[in-house]
């Protein structure tokens, strides 16, 4: 098993690849100026450029532009089979969003989210035209096997979070009060990263576990799994913010190697240094020597001057080895 961390800026992208299977988790946004610093691809050229002619699966974590913004251009450039998110609501009428007078006045946020739902919009012609199945997943799928020798355990959502989610998007859509529609509009994006799909991903004796932006919740995970999902790999949630690093995602995982997914600026305080301290606590404690990674500072460190685009993971499913490369852009 093969498992990229691809550097879309601000925003995250896996690409995950055993045999001849290919899934690919989130695509980063489709801003253009989130790729006008060094080392940064969109997840598209990135595809092309390892040489993927096809994608077998591709999984929405959540509806946020980071998050689902380069999907589309994926399903309009490849063959995929099945689509994969954690909520399939009814699209609300976006110019009434155009209506709203902070999203008028460039909120930023409410921006943001415009673009995750037109992005949304996109993915669901392009699958409707392509013929691709969309299938909703959360938490009470369980474990799945997407590929021979290949096990996915849905952590999350949970059926009650799908289902309020699914009821204020409907509620979005009938309403006809602005002010009213306005402020559910802001509450529906607060709680995505709540809705988040989190996944732990096993090929033999080798595993990752990816969040999402899932921030709260851990703890019932652990108290359900306990340790019975060890990774060698854990991509930090929520971009590594001071949010990112709750101790129960640790405890479940107990990962050798930490992976933030961050633009080389650092917005929004995502790779805080609090987050990449305790990364390097714990491995120092528990005598592992992976180490951290962050997906917009790859080519830090470096005694010549390299764009990396990506740092890849090869995953020995005979022994758990990890071996770790980078990819330039």
């Known amino acids: 098993m093969q498992v990229h961390f691809v ?11 055993k ?14 100026e989130e790729y006008d610093n060094p080392g940064c691809i969109r997840i598209r050229d990135y595809l092309k450029k390892t040489g993927i002619s096809k994608v077998d699966l591709v999984v929405v974590t959540h509806i946020h532009d980071d998050h689902i913004g380069g999907i589309p251009e994926v399903l309009r450039n ?22 709203f007078q902070s999203v008028r006045e460039g909120n930023l946020s409410g921006v943001l989210f415009k673009n995750a739902l037109e992005s949304y919009k996109e993915l669901l012609e392009e699958c ?15 474990r799945v096997s997407p590929d021979q020798g ?4 849905l952590l999350s959502p949970s059926p009650e979070h799908q289902k309020e989610t699914l009821e204020a998007f409907e509620e979005l859509r009938s309403g006809s009060d602005l002010k009213k529609a306005e402020a559910l509009y802001y509450e529906i994006d607060a709680k995505g990263n709540q ?24 703890d019932e995970i652990y108290r359900t799994y306990g340790n ?13 913010q001071a949010d990112g ?18 633009s080389v600026d650092k917005r929004f305080n995502s790779a805080h240094p609090t987050v990449i301290d305790r990364a390097y606590a714990y491995l120092k404690e528990n005598r592992k020597v992976g180490g951290v990674f962050v997906t917009g500072c790859l080519g830090e460190g470096f005694s010549e001057v390299k764009e990396i685009c990506a740092v890849k993971f090869i995953c020995d499913e005979n022994t758990g080895e990890i071996s770790t490369y980078y990819v330039e852009s």
């Open 19 to 32: 045999d001849n299977f290919v899934m690919l988790i989130d695509g980063g946004t489709n801003r253009k």
């Open 245 to 262: 690093m709750p101790q129960e995602m640790i405890q479940v995982s107990q990962p050798d190697i930490f992976v933030i997914c961050s």
């Open 228 to 240: 019975r999902l060890g990774s060698q790999i854990l991509k930090v949630t929520h971009h590594g």
């Open 150 to 153: 290949l096990t996915v355990e």
């Open 78 to 99: 490849f063959p995929v089979s099945a689509v994969w998110i954690n909520v399939k609501p009814i699209l609300p009428c976006l110019d009434m969003i155009e209506w």
């Open 128 to 142: 409707e035209t392509r013929k691709i199945p969309i299938f909703q997943r959360g938490r009470g799928d369980g």
């Open 195 to 218: 809705t988040s799909l989190s996944l732990w991903i096993q090929a033999g004796k080798t595993a990752v576990l990816l969040t999402g932006d899932k921030v709260d919740g851990w």
């Open 7 to 17: 550097n879309v800026g601000y925003g995250e992208a896996t690409l995950i690849t």
